[in-house]
């Protein structure tokens, strides 16, 4: 299980990761977890690095009143289905996470003892293996490692996977996010070969043939549900089209 904390309080900092180490030992259940105070850092983290599932916050960063409720919404537009908590002393802000639609999973007052602290990071735990980890037979997921950088998502939530501009570096498109990851286009093709999930409509484009709505002629350009679009190569139509009218039989 992959966890991100953001902290600037460095003795909140070391109970929240003791608690982890502890959670990790009696529960046998791996936890690795990157912890930072600044906010430019663990943005980039969440920007650049690999998936993770469990977001632990302040809200008060830096003196910076309600700063982890913009983070929440940061995190929530690049992973959807990231599971968020906030751990903070301000009690009175529990309220807002429905007014900044971040669709938090707990709210744990930093002022508690350790012992129902303790209980509270395990519940966290415990529905982060049990929703992400363990259901994954449920939905069918995108699953993808480069280098040690791994990145898993269902793929009905994908539309298109498009380079950056930068070398080994790509960025998902999903209905309502977008992912960057390292990889290369040519490498999920070579991984995709028998599921094919994945066509190759223009050299820097990889589409979702599952969420396909249609192909524009006029535009040259791949319609997805939602209206998305992304460009297509005229000599990449016809075989795409083939690939849809074959599914449809399907």
């Known amino acids: 299980m992959k966890v991100l904390i953001l902290e600037d309080i460095i003795e909140h900092q070391v109970r929240l990761e003791k608690t982890l180490n502890e959670i990790s030992k009696e529960m046998n259940i791996p936890i690795s977890y990157k912890t930072t105070g600044k906010v430019r850092e663990f943005m980039e983290y969440v920007e650049n690095e690999e998936v993770n599932q469990l977001y632990f916050l302040d809200i008060d960063i830096n003196g910076i009143e309600k700063k982890g409720f913009e983070v929440a919404q940061f995190i929530r537009h690049r992973n959807p289905y990231a599971i968020i908590v ?95 990851f390292y990889g290369t286009i040519t490498d999920i093709q070579e991984k995709d070969k028998e599921s094919q999930r994945f066509y190759l409509a223009h050299k820097s484009f990889l589409v979702n043939v599952g969420n396909i709505k249609d192909i524009d002629r006029k535009t040259m350009e791949v319609v997805f549900y939602e209206e998305h679009r992304c460009p297509i190569s005229r000599l990449k139509t016809k075989k795409l089209k083939q690939i849809l009218t074959e599914k449809t039989k399907n």
Do not use: W
């Open 86 to 180: 906030f751990i903070t002393s301000r009690s009175e802000f529990a309220t807002l996470t429905y007014k900044y639609k971040v669709s938090a999973l707990d709210f744990i007052d930093k002022d508690i003892n350790d012992r129902l602290f303790k209980e509270r990071v395990a519940e966290c735990i415990m529905y982060t293996k049990s929703t992400l980890l363990e259901n994954q037979s449920v939905v069918d997921y995108f699953e993808y490692s480069f280098k040690g950088n791994d990145i898993c998502l269902p793929y009905h939530d994908i539309l298109y996977i498009e380079t950056t501009g930068t070398s080994h570096k790509l960025r998902i498109i999903g209905k309502n996010f977008s992912k960057e």
